[in-house]
């Protein structure tokens, strides 16, 4: 089993940036697909951002495609979001997220393993 802790969530203006983490630990972090996900008040989780196993190969929903960035470095057992030209509708709790795969995909029930999530809040 993997365990997965996020940080580096926060408030921060419309157009600002910010870079969320997801440490790793329990298994071998290179063995897993890991993505991210996102639940806003009211509403379901949505599927972020994944990459597969050496980072290769990543996917975006197309929210966000063009403003955020995953990326992972297995030597440091992270993987990492880089949010930029935020808006008030990125506000969400923020969940990394693992899968045994070997391929990223946008499907939320692939994904096994959780953290506890991280806040953003994007003000207007």
């Known amino acids: 089993q993997v365990q997965l802790v996020e940080s580096g969530g926060g408030l921060v203006q419309a157009g600002g940036s910010l870079r969320l983490s997801c440490a790793a630990s329990?298994?071998?972090?290179?063995?897993?697909?890991m993505g991210w996900v996102r639940q806003a008040p009211g509403k379901e989780r949505e599927f972020v951002a994944a990459a597969s196993r050496g980072g290769g190969t990543k996917l975006y929903a197309d929210a966000v495609q063009g403003r955020f960035i995953i990326s992972r470095d297995n030597a440091k057992n992270t993987m990492y979001l880089q949010l930029n030209s935020l808006k008030p509708e990125d506000t969400a709790v923020y969940y990394c997220?693992?899968?045994?795969?070997?391929?990223?995909?946008?499907?939320?029930?692939?994904?096994?393993?959780w953290g506890q999530g991280t806040q953003v809040t994007v003000s207007s």
């Open positions: 329990g298994r071998t972090f290179s063995n897993y697909v």
């Open positions: 997220v693992a899968d045994n795969a070997v391929l990223p995909v946008r499907t939320i029930a692939a994904y096994d393993y």
